[in-house]
Nanobody
Protein backbone atom coordinates (compact mmCIF):
# COMPACT_ATOMS: atom_id res chain seq x y z
CA UNK A 1 0.00 0.00 0.00
CA UNK A 2 1.36 3.38 -1.03
CA UNK A 3 2.30 5.50 1.96
CA UNK A 4 3.86 8.94 2.29
CA UNK A 5 4.97 10.29 5.67
CA UNK A 6 6.10 13.88 6.14
CA UNK A 7 8.35 15.06 8.94
CA UNK A 8 10.51 18.02 9.90
CA UNK A 9 7.91 20.69 10.50
CA UNK A 10 7.89 22.96 13.51
CA UNK A 11 8.07 26.50 14.81
CA UNK A 12 10.81 28.73 13.43
CA UNK A 13 11.55 32.44 13.56
CA UNK A 14 11.39 34.59 10.43
CA UNK A 15 14.60 34.21 8.47
CA UNK A 16 15.16 30.71 9.80
CA UNK A 17 15.38 27.36 8.04
CA UNK A 18 13.70 23.98 8.13
CA UNK A 19 14.14 20.79 6.14
CA UNK A 20 11.07 18.71 5.47
CA UNK A 21 11.29 15.03 4.58
CA UNK A 22 8.80 12.82 2.79
CA UNK A 23 9.43 9.11 3.30
CA UNK A 24 7.72 6.83 0.81
CA UNK A 25 6.86 3.13 0.89
CA UNK A 26 4.67 0.60 -0.86
CA UNK A 27 5.38 1.60 -4.46
CA UNK A 28 8.18 1.89 -6.99
CA UNK A 29 9.40 5.26 -5.83
CA UNK A 30 11.68 6.04 -8.75
CA UNK A 31 8.75 5.81 -11.21
CA UNK A 32 6.86 8.65 -9.53
CA UNK A 33 7.09 12.42 -9.62
CA UNK A 34 6.70 13.92 -6.14
CA UNK A 35 5.39 17.30 -5.08
CA UNK A 36 5.27 19.46 -1.99
CA UNK A 37 2.10 21.43 -1.39
CA UNK A 38 0.86 23.64 1.41
CA UNK A 39 -2.42 24.85 2.80
CA UNK A 40 -2.84 27.79 5.12
CA UNK A 41 -6.03 28.32 7.15
CA UNK A 42 -8.83 29.62 4.96
CA UNK A 43 -6.83 29.19 1.77
CA UNK A 44 -6.73 26.63 -1.01
CA UNK A 45 -3.99 24.05 -1.20
CA UNK A 46 -1.21 25.28 -3.47
CA UNK A 47 1.85 23.83 -5.14
CA UNK A 48 5.19 24.70 -3.58
CA UNK A 49 7.67 22.56 -5.50
CA UNK A 50 7.66 19.38 -7.57
CA UNK A 51 10.38 17.08 -8.80
CA UNK A 52 10.52 14.49 -11.57
CA UNK A 53 11.07 10.82 -10.87
CA UNK A 54 14.78 10.95 -11.64
CA UNK A 55 15.31 14.29 -9.95
CA UNK A 56 16.46 16.03 -13.11
CA UNK A 57 13.58 18.48 -13.33
CA UNK A 58 12.16 20.66 -10.57
CA UNK A 59 9.48 23.31 -10.52
CA UNK A 60 8.90 26.01 -7.91
CA UNK A 61 6.16 28.44 -7.04
CA UNK A 62 7.24 32.03 -7.63
CA UNK A 63 6.78 32.78 -3.94
CA UNK A 64 9.50 30.31 -2.90
CA UNK A 65 12.01 30.54 -5.76
CA UNK A 66 15.48 31.23 -4.48
CA UNK A 67 14.53 30.24 -0.92
CA UNK A 68 13.35 26.62 -1.16
CA UNK A 69 15.14 23.65 -2.74
CA UNK A 70 13.57 20.29 -3.51
CA UNK A 71 15.67 17.13 -3.84
CA UNK A 72 15.21 13.39 -3.73
CA UNK A 73 17.23 10.34 -2.79
CA UNK A 74 15.76 7.40 -4.67
CA UNK A 75 17.99 4.97 -2.78
CA UNK A 76 16.27 6.08 0.43
CA UNK A 77 12.78 6.57 -1.06
CA UNK A 78 12.77 10.10 0.32
CA UNK A 79 12.13 13.59 -0.98
CA UNK A 80 13.34 16.67 0.84
CA UNK A 81 12.31 20.31 0.90
CA UNK A 82 14.99 22.64 2.22
CA UNK A 83 13.34 25.89 3.26
CA UNK A 84 15.53 28.92 3.93
CA UNK A 85 14.76 32.57 4.68
CA UNK A 86 11.35 31.59 5.96
CA UNK A 87 8.63 34.21 6.15
CA UNK A 88 5.42 34.35 8.20
CA UNK A 89 3.45 33.83 5.00
CA UNK A 90 5.09 30.40 4.64
CA UNK A 91 3.08 29.24 7.65
CA UNK A 92 0.89 26.31 6.56
CA UNK A 93 0.45 22.58 6.70
CA UNK A 94 2.86 21.06 4.19
CA UNK A 95 1.96 17.91 2.32
CA UNK A 96 3.88 15.67 -0.03
CA UNK A 97 2.10 13.85 -2.83
CA UNK A 98 2.94 11.31 -5.51
CA UNK A 99 2.07 11.21 -9.21
CA UNK A 100 2.35 7.84 -10.99
CA UNK A 101 4.22 9.32 -13.92
CA UNK A 102 7.87 10.31 -14.17
CA UNK A 103 7.50 13.86 -15.42
CA UNK A 104 5.99 17.05 -14.08
CA UNK A 105 3.46 18.83 -16.25
CA UNK A 106 2.09 21.26 -13.69
CA UNK A 107 2.84 21.43 -9.99
CA UNK A 108 -0.81 21.57 -8.95
CA UNK A 109 -2.73 19.38 -6.49
CA UNK A 110 -5.08 17.96 -9.13
CA UNK A 111 -2.14 16.29 -10.91
CA UNK A 112 -1.16 14.25 -7.85
CA UNK A 113 -3.09 11.23 -6.60
CA UNK A 114 -1.61 10.02 -3.32
CA UNK A 115 -1.06 12.22 -0.28
CA UNK A 116 0.64 12.20 3.08
CA UNK A 117 -0.95 13.41 6.31
CA UNK A 118 0.92 16.73 6.42
CA UNK A 119 3.32 18.48 8.76
CA UNK A 120 2.78 21.91 10.31
CA UNK A 121 5.23 24.72 9.62
CA UNK A 122 4.82 27.88 11.66
CA UNK A 123 6.99 30.93 11.05
CA UNK A 124 6.62 33.42 13.86
CA UNK A 125 8.66 35.51 16.24
Amino acid sequence: QLQLVESGGGLVQPGGSLRLSCAASGFTFNYYAIGWFRQAPGKEREGVSCISSGGGTADYADSVKGRFTISRDNAKNTVYLQMNSLKPEDTAVYYCAARPLPLITRCVPSHFQSWGQGTQVTVSS
